[in-house]
């Protein structure tokens, strides 16, 4: 891929490579792995969000697909996000699962979508096996695929935080039905959500990027059928506060939606609809700052530059929803 690069973070890869990057050592300490993808020669920046999407083609998944191909040639987009549930409805059930290829290499063909895809997983991925979607066998099967649990993508004029959403949500390991999650790596569950906070608010707090983006599965504020995820506002909604986050994006309520937040710039924003819509679904009870919500199927796109952001959301035939515009905020330092 075209100026995808990133940075091993495994300290043995560090102590080899110490002698020739003076960046590697530096790297080391800071525990969220970092990526980098250039944004155009003028500045700007433009890429594609969907979330909950792997179906095999199904429930419209291939007209969204079809949809985003088209858009994403008329923005020239430089790549795109995934908000997770990746592969329904179990995840992968290893790195030689067919779903890979059935619900993502031969879904989204079109030659805009040949780009770098950034990906995180949602709860219905780790109903399967969590260490297949993150290995570098998918990466060798199809090139465009990334994802993992945690990392920032730095693209110069933005800057992206991945954040692994599942784990903070506690009902999955007090109450998980008939549901099974593969919870390797992630026990003890307190120390693995503190541990993430940490490093999230360190990795924002050091962020010089024009725009702070942050992306996670599972909405802190959302009117569809989860509603807000409570473990998210308490949590990690105050260190995006504090750092001055211009958008948090997800996906898990199977809907779009662009809710303000009404005490800080924050805006929320839902892509679920790659799929499998739930028409008709209103969970949330919090109706504060709803600027647009709709229930059937669709994606969005965003478009940045050093003065304003441009964020479309389009439904299953390619037509515009709903439009926001931002404007940057010049900061004056003191
Ligand atoms: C596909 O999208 C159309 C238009 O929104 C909708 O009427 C139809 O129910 C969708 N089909 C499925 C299977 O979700």
Redesign the pocket.
């Known amino acids: 891929m075209a100026g995808f690069s990133y940075k091993y973070k495994s300290k043995a890869l560090c102590l080899v490579l110490a002698f020739t990057l003076g960046s590697c050592l530096f790297s080391t300490l800071a525990k969220l792995q970092r990526f980098e993808h250039p944004s155009n020669a003028d500045g700007s920046l433009s890429f594609l969000v969907i979330g909950d999407w792997g179906r095999r083609g ?3 998944q291939s ?1 969204v697909a079809f949809q985003m191909g088209r858009i994403g040639e008329e923005l020239d987009i430089n790549f795109i996000i995934s908000t997770g549930d990746n592969f329904y409805e179990n995840g992968l059930t290893g790195i030689d699962d067919t779903a890979f290829e059935e619900s993502f290499t031969n879904v989204y063909t079109a030659k805009s979508l040949q780009k770098q895809w950034y990906s995180v997983l949602g709860n219905h991925d780790y109903r399967g096996d969590v260490e297949a979607q993150l290995s570098p066998v998918l990466r060798k099967i199809d090139g465009r695929w990334l994802c993992l649990r945690s990392f920032v993508l730095n693209a110069e004029i933005a800057e992206f935080f991945f954040v692994d959403t599942t784990p903070f949500v506690e009902k999955y390991f007090s109450n998980p039905e008939d549901h099974t999650y593969d919870w390797n790596g992630i026990s003890p569950q307190k120390d693995y959500v503190a541990d993430l906070l940490k490093d999230v608010e360190l990795a924002l707090r050091e962020s010089t990027a024009k725009w702070k983006i942050v992306i996670g599965h599972h909405g802190i504020r959302s009117i569809g059928y989860h509603g807000d995820t409570q473990e998210l506002v308490k949590k990690l909604l105050p260190i995006l506060e504090a750092n001055n986050v211009d958008f948090y994006m997800n996906g898990h309520d199977h809907c779009l939606e662009h809710i303000s937040s009404t005490v800080s710039p924050i805006q929320f924003l839902t892509s679920g609809g790659g ?3 739930w ?1 008709g679904d209103f969970g949330g009870l919090n109706q504060d700052g709803v600027k647009f919500y709709y229930d ?2 669709g994606f969005m796109s965003v478009q940045l530059t050093q003065s304003d952001a441009k964020i479309m959301f389009y ?3 390619g037509n515009v929803l709903h439009k926001l515009s931002v404007a940057k905020q010049a900061y004056s330092a003191m």
């Open positions: 199904a429930y419209n007209q799929s499998r819509a028409r059937g199927q439904d299953v035939f």
